[in-house]
Each structure stands twice: as structure tokens, then as C-alpha cells.
């Protein structure tokens, strides 16, 4: 089975410092990818996602994700965090099977928190 | 921009009622999910639907929970006798295809309190 593991349940970063949300993922077949991103009292957003295209994915706000294989990663960064970037941020893998709607398999979620 | 609307935002039931959670899913979408997240947990999959049948669905999903598309636009869970462990946060999402990396759509959930 497909998982996703993400690193840190908080990060804290100051106001125009790098963002970097780790994820890891376990999986036997080449993987879809996706960031999540989810406000106060909203629903998930899709920030990005991998789909073997390219390595380096860039989203919405800045953000941008780069599959390494070697290191079954899809850390998410931002160069440069703003105050509005404070959220929860999902790593989700695809389970794709040609049979079935692809389900969503979801990390536990980091909290972003960005200081003055 | 089209997206995934949910009603209530807000649903209190006491144990053993029958609920009812309503999505209206993006208008050319073809594949429906439910996800739920309890609070403090992460995101999980309870169930996929198509073509007006159950794709699959996780062994959360027993006989206490329902699925439907009772008209053209609407996508309803149905949980027949609520349990305290109910209370979550449920998503509906919706894709336009099923494919692995077809983007998945949330609405902004429903959350479910079970007294």
C-alpha cells in the first residue's frame, strides 16, 4: 500500500524566511503526488502535484515541490513566507488502479506558523 | 471558478440518529469521493462512487454508511446510526476523471458532532 510521511506536525518560520514541509512516500509504483493545503475553516486546496512530467513542480503562491526518487521525496518550499501562507499543509499520494477511481492516501499535515 | 459546495457546515445529532451529508460535486465531474478527518487525525478515504455505484471503499466504511446520487447534481453520505466516533470533519471531493493524477476537488466539509 501507498504512504506518505510527513516530517514536523509544526513548523514556525519568520516572515521572509524559506519554507521547506517535508514528505516522504512509500511506494511500488512510480507515484502521483499532491500538496494540500487547508485554511481555517476551509476545504483543501490543491497547491501542486507530480505526475511525472517533470521533477520540479510549481504551484499556486509561490510554492514549489521537487520529486527526488533517490530519496522518496516531495518536500514543499517557498523562498520567501508571508503572513497569509499560515495553514495546514497535506502530502497526499495517488493510489492509482486502472479498475477504480484513484483514492487519496494523506499525511498527517504540518502547521505552518509564520512570525514576525 | 466552479467548485465543491457541502451542506450543513455544521451538523449536531444525537447517538443513534440517521444523518445525512449533501455535496454538489463540480458540474462535469464524473468521480465522487467522502474523506473525513478526525479532529487531530489526518485525512482519510471512505469511499469512491461512479457511473451511480461504489468504485471502492475503505473498511471504515461499513454498513452504517450509505452513498447516493439522488439527482443529477447532488452527492449525499448517509450515516444510518451515528456513533460518538463519527464526529469528524467529512469532505466530499470530486474529479473530472479517475486517473491517478486527475485532480481531486474538496468542498469545505461538513462538521459532524455526535452527542
Known amino acids: 500500500a501507498q504512504s506518505v510521511t510527513q516530517l ?18 512509500s511506494s511500488s509504483v512510480p507515484p502521483y503526488l499532491f500538496w494540500y493545503v ?13 505526475t511525472s512530467a517533470a521533477t520540479l513542480v510549481k504551484g499556486i503562491n509561490g510554492f514549489e515541490a521537487e520529486f527526488k526518487k533517490s530519496e522518496t521525496s516531495f518536500h514543499l518550499t517557498k523562498p520567501s513566507a508571508h503572513m497569509s501562507d499560515a495553514a495546514e499543509y497535506f502530502c497526499a499520494v495517488s493510489d492509482y488502479d486502472a479498475g477504480t477511481a484513484s483514492k487519496l492516501t494523506f499525511g498527517t499535515g504540518t502547521r505552518l506558523q509564520v512570525t514576525l | ?6 451542506t450543513p457546515s455544521h451538523q449536531v445529532t444525537q447517538m443513534g440518529q440517521e444523518v445525512i451529508l449533501r455535496c454538489v460535486p463540480i458540474s462535469n465531474h464524473l468521480y465522487f469521493y467522502w474523506y473525513r478527518q478526525i479532529l487531530g487525525q489526518k485525512v482519510e478515504f471512505l469511499v469512491s462512487f461512479y457511473n451511480n455505484e461504489i468504485s471502492e471503499k475503505s473498511e471504515i466504511f461499513d454498513d452504517q454508511f450509505s452513498v447516493e446520487r439522488p439527482d443529477g447534481s447532488n452527492f449525499t453520505l448517509k450515516i444510518r446510526s451515528t456513533k460518538l466516533e463519527d464526529s469528524a470533519m467529512y469532505f466530499c471531493a470530486s474529479s473530472e476523471d479517475k486517473g491517478g493524477m486527475d485532480t481531486q476537488y474538496f468542498g469545505p466539509g461538513t462538521r459532524l458532532t455526535v452527542l
Open chain 1, 8 to 25: 514536523g506536525s509544526h513548523v514556525s518560520v519568520s516572515e521572509g524566511a524559506l519554507v521547506l514541509l517535508r514528505c516522504n512516500y
Open chain 1, 38 to 50: 487547508q485554511y481555517p475553516n476551509q476545504g483543501l486546496q490543491l497547491l501542486l502535484k507530480y
Open chain 2, 1 to 6: 471558478e466552479p467548485e465543491v459546495t457541502q
